[in-house]
């Protein structure tokens, strides 16, 4: 059984997963099992990721179910099967999102090196009609929200070993055994919590090995920018200050 699993949890993403798929199927290092948690879709997710898996023998998927909604809860039900499964490092992406073709041999070449958590860059798709000028918004709203995370009150404890790294959950990697220690992702829906960050600050009361690593690409969806709004989106992403009736944006 290979080391190296990647977890996707999904929910409704018919017509948005295959395009992860494809760029999972397209990476560089392809010595890895693609583990896929449907976290209770009432669309054709799962038959979506069956058929790639049919047309694409070459890679290892698997699909599980976790009926508990939310994205905390359905990335840790498919990091507990990848370890129970004999994994020892674990990624993770989102089913909206599409990893650069070297995602995967840049994340080893991270574990390698000494990192027991690595934090990837998030860079906002440009295939989904959003304008130029509310991209490199969100391009410097991520820099100064990684920024003044590390003043965050939030973030402050002396039991921390070392400083805050904002870790999206969409791009970021974590050996089995400390993800593990730290407690894994807290089962929580999206709209409750950002399980991200959550970890990322218990594995701080472990570790100083954890870092940022800007070649770990990965592309994220503007979906929420175009249904709510640069400022609506940015609001929502800073402790859930702006609370949508739609959280679930498809």
């Excluded at 760029?23 to 896929?36: E, H, P």
């Excluded at 650069?100 to 070449?109: F, G, L, N, S, V």
């Excluded at 594995?203 to 709004?229: C, I, K, P, Q």
Aim: hydrophobic share 40%; glycine share 8%; aromatic share 8%.
């Amino acid at each position: 059984m290979n080391e190296l699993w990647v977890i996707v949890p999904a929910y409704n993403e018919e017509h948005g997963i295959a395009g992860t798929l494809s760029a999972l199927a397209g990476q560089r290092d392809r010595d890895f099992t693609l583990l896929v948690v449907d976290n209770n879709s009432t669309d054709a997710t799962v038959k979506v990721v069956r058929d790639f898996a049919d047309t694409h023998p070459g890679l290892r998927i698997e699909v599980i179910t976790e009926l508990r909604k939310g994205t905390g809860a359905a990335a840790d039900t498919g990091m507990r099967h990848a370890i129970a499964a004999g994994a020892t490092r674990l990624a993770r992406t989102d089913a909206d999102c599409l990893p650069a073709p070297d995602w995967t041999a840049r994340i080893r070449a991270a574990f390698d090196s000494g990192l027991r958590l690595i934090s990837g860059q998030l860079i906002p798709r440009t295939d989904e009609g959003v304008r130029l000028r509310d991209r490199v918004v969100i391009l410097v709203a991520l820099e100064v929200a990684s920024l003044f995370g590390k003043f965050r009150p939030g973030n402050r404890d002396p039991r921390y070993l070392g400083p805050y790294v904002m870790t999206p959950g969409c791009n970021m990697a974590i050996t089995a055994e400390l993800y593990e220690a730290a407690g894994g992702f807290p089962r929580t829906a999206i709209e409750e919590l950002h399980e991200d960050r959550a970890l990322v600050n218990a594995v701080r009361m472990l570790t100083t090995e954890y870092g940022l690593r800007r070649d770990v690409r990965v592309y994220g969806s503007n979906r929420r920018v175009r249904a709510w709004g640069v400022r609506k989106t940015l609001a929502w992403y800073a402790d859930h200050r702006y609370k949508p009736e739609l959280v679930d944006i498809r």
